[in-house]
């Protein structure tokens, strides 16, 4: 008993430094997003698009998506979006009007059936893009094309 009591309090301390470890750093290869891609391009759904979640640590996160066709708008009163395109190509439209805005989630987010106005970019694979807060996007896809791109939710200041 004495010495399963010495193991449970021994790794009562190795665990919080394990846990603490995984929460300051994380490593995605370059060929690891690529198979997670290609899993994500098998199981797209109606709106056109498939996710995965890579990590949550609680004040922001990192997600995988992979869109086949033109996404809906969609506005974060609170929270900053980074894009990191990693395959494909996409019209990526910010700012402008959106029709038929309505609540989707928690506080302050939105999703409209469309876009008016706003500015058009072209991004491809190794484009980088910050989206701030309260700027209402989407991502335009041609058909017979994809966009696949890490996503870094985090609140804004």
Sequence with gaps: M???????????????????????????????LKQRGTELAKHVGPDHSS??????????????????????????????DVVIVESGESTLVVGGTMSGKR???GDGEFVGARLDGGERRQIAAGDIVHIPAGIPHAFLVEPGHHVAYVLVKFPAE
């Design 2 to 32: 004495k010495n399963a009591l010495r193991l449970l309090a021994s790794a009562l301390l190795v665990v919080p430094l394990f846990a603490a470890d995984t929460q300051r750093t994380a490593v995605w290869r370059a060929a690891e």
């Design 51 to 80: 996710r995965e979640t890579l990590a949550d640590f609680g004040h922001h996160r990192f997600r995988l998506l992979y869109r086949d066709a033109d996404g809906f708008p969609e506005q974060h009163d609170k929270i900053v």
């Design 103 to 105: 609540a989707s989630g």
